[in-house]
T-cell receptor, first 111, second 114 residues
Framework: QKEVEQDPGPLSVPEGAIVSLNCTYS??????FMWYRQYSRKGPELLMY????GNKEDGRFTAQVDKSSKYISLFIRDSQPSDSATYLC???????????FGTGTRLLVSP | EAQVTQNPRYLITVTGKKLTVTCSQN?????MSWYRQDPGLGLRQIYY???????DKGDVPEGYKVSRKEKRNFPLILESPSPNQTSLYFC?????????????FGPGTRLTVL
């Protein structure tokens, strides 16, 4: 079983839609949860991170962590074509030495 | 501009021909790491370094070597590349490793081993 599971997509939505991206993880020791965005031919860039359970909002983006069910989500409101990218969930191990990534979900937002 | 740079960006080589992929950061970061990204497998850590002269294996270190002689540079060495090392490689760095710090990624190096 992979430590982090993520649906690879692609997920296609029209502009303006609300997008929900999800990951599940198996290691209950994870405390830091990240969402990275990766455009084609680019390196991943950090979108948001949360510590432990709860919600965090940044503009059109909301990250949600439910440690009891080992489930993390990223919601994108009013999605834009510029949001078209691969979204990677990641968790950091307790020693902070590495990020454990999901395989990424490819999102396509059509005008 | 604060950044992580990698060279080359694209490389096609043949089995057994030693190669080095360079990584450099200008942010005075202590921590640096190499990942490879493969379809269906995501990003997996190859090696990491917590400071100069301190390196350790990640999840997939076989066939790779690294060195950290200077704080800013962290080259990835493939002594005898094989086709199963065809992949997209990313270098990353962060300020320190004793607490959570954002990891900044380079633009990637696409390697093909024939």
């Amino acid at each position: 079983q992979k430590e982090v599971e993520q649906d690879p997509g692609p997920l296609s939505v029209p502009e303006g839609a609300i997008v929900s991206l999800n990951c599940t993880y198996s290691n209950s020791a994870f405390q830091y949860f990240m969402w990275y965005r990766q455009y084609s031919r680019k390196g991943p860039e950090l979108l948001m991170y949360t510590y432990s359970s709860g919600n965090k909002e940044d503009g059109r983006f909301t990250a949600q962590v439910d440690k009891s069910s080992k489930y993390i989500s990223l919601f994108i409101r009013d999605s834009q074509p510029s949001d078209s990218a691969t979204y990677l969930c990641a968790q950091m191990n307790t020693g902070f030495q590495k990020l454990v990534f999901g395989t990424g979900t490819r999102l396509l937002v059509s005008p | 501009e604060a950044q992580v740079t990698q060279n080359p960006r694209y490389l096609i080589t043949v089995t057994g021909k030693k190669l080095t992929v360079t990584c450099s950061q200008n942010m005075n970061h202590e921590y640096m790491s190499w990942y490879r990204q493969d379809p269906g497998l995501g990003l997996r850590q190859i090696y990491y370094s917590m400071n100069v002269e301190v390196t350790d294996k990640g999840d997939v270190p076989e066939g790779y070597k690294v060195s950290r002689k200077e704080k800013r540079n962290f080259p990835l060495i493939l002594e005898s590349p094989s086709p199963n090392q065809t992949s997209l490689y990313f270098c990353a760095s962060s300020f320190e490793v004793n607490s959570y710090n954002e990891q900044f990624f380079g633009p990637g190096t696409r390697l093909t081993v024939l």
